[in-house]
């Protein structure tokens, strides 16, 4: 079973900088190309609160910066 996450000043700035990224790129392209499938934006706050596990943070973590990709959207 996997451990509690004990929370970091890093882990905070690095989760909040990740959402921010994501929801900016959200956005960007629905104000450019009005795309109808892009995912919804996310809270900051809620993503924080459903996070229990370092292993669950690690996983948020890489979905949010794996859609910062160039062509993700795609």
Do not use: C, H
């Not at 690095?14 to 450019?32: C, H, P, Q, T, Y």
Request: net charge positive.
């Amino acid at each position: 079973m996997d451990t509690p996450i004990r929370w970091s000043e890093k882990d905070y700035s690095n989760l909040k900088k990740a959402v921010s990224d994501f929801n900016k790129k959200i956005r960007r392209l629905e104000k450019e190309e009005g795309l109808l499938y892009l995912p919804d934006t996310k809270l900051y706050s809620e993503t924080r609160d459903k996070i229990t596990t370092r292993k669950e943070y690690n996983r948020q973590l890489n979905a949010l910066k794996s859609f910062m990709e160039k062509g993700a959207e795609e």
